[in-house]
């Protein structure tokens, strides 16, 4: 009777009621992408390639750990092996959702640990095409969100969801996510500067399964306007490894314990 009973709810509910809502989709592609294990480590090499195609290389350790439910408080620690220009130099980022987050930068030339402003997160990660804000996240909270269709992408079914931000603290107007529906994983995102013109466009490029966790192992972005892009490949890739909580600190962005560099 039970049975019944909830496939006639089921047939008399608006078709929109059963549906996912965008700030779900959103929700479950931040956890599948940037929440995965209790933490996270990767060695990440990061490719700069200028529109005449000349290179430059920047390769790091990146280390990750998740405070509370997923969506909550994280702690980034990314430290710079080479080349030498970058070398020795940390990057440490303290996340709460719903607020500012707390961001410091150790440049070894000036052996000295500098804060990032809170209005700098949409700066440029290293010279990347990244920012410092898409390195750990953006709050869902700062962007009203809507699906606009659904379609199939490289063989995956996906929302494309539309990202507005809330305050004028960003370089674009709004942004385009094909969300994969199996995964949450993003696929691709389209940034729209304030005209609507198209100018930036990021890419899963490869995805590989990591102790049951989807990881995205390859990914681009690209500057249209510039004819810059960046492309980010990240290996060595482990989850669930017990990082301590003490190498979250300014002591460890001048001096990190090596035994989490390898």
Request: aromatic share 12%; net charge positive; no cysteine.
């Amino acid at each position: 009777m039970l049975k019944y009973l909830l496939l006639l709810v089921a047939v008399l509910l608006p078709l929109n009621a059963l549906a996912i809502t965008p700030e779900e989709v959103m929700k479950s592609s931040q956890a599948a992408f940037l929440y995965p294990g209790k933490d996270f480590k990767a060695r990440v090499v990061m490719r700069l390639v200028s529109k005449s195609g000349s290179e430059r290389a920047r390769e790091l350790t990146m280390l990750r750990k998740n405070y509370g439910e997923t969506g909550g408080d994280q702690k980034y620690f990314m430290y710079f092996l080479r080349p030498a220009d970058v070398k020795d130099m940390a990057f440490m980022v303290y996340k709460y959702p719903g607020r500012d987050d707390d961001r410091w930068l150790f440049v070894p030339a000036l052996n000295m640990v500098r804060r990032i402003a809170a209005q700098d997160r949409r700066s440029s990660f290293v010279g990347s095409d990244f920012t410092y804000e898409d390195v750990s996240g953006r709050d869902i909270a700062d962007d009203t969100h809507e699906i606009t269709k659904e379609e199939k992408l490289g063989g995956s079914e996906s929302y494309v969801v539309k990202s507005t931000p809330k305050a004028g603290d960003t370089d674009y107007g709004y942004k385009l996510s094909w969300i994969d529906k199996r995964t949450f994983l993003p696929l691709k995102e389209e940034y729209y500067d304030k005209r609507g013109t198209l100018y930036k466009v990021f890419t899963a490029e490869e995805i590989k399964e990591i102790k049951g966790f989807p990881t995205v192992v390859k990914r681009t972005m690209k500057n249209l306007q510039s004819g810059h892009s960046t492309e980010t490949v990240f290996s060595k890739v482990d989850y669930n490894i017990g990082i301590e909580d003490s190498l979250f600190t300014e002591r460890y962005l001048k001096q990190p314990p090596k035994k989490w560099l390898d």
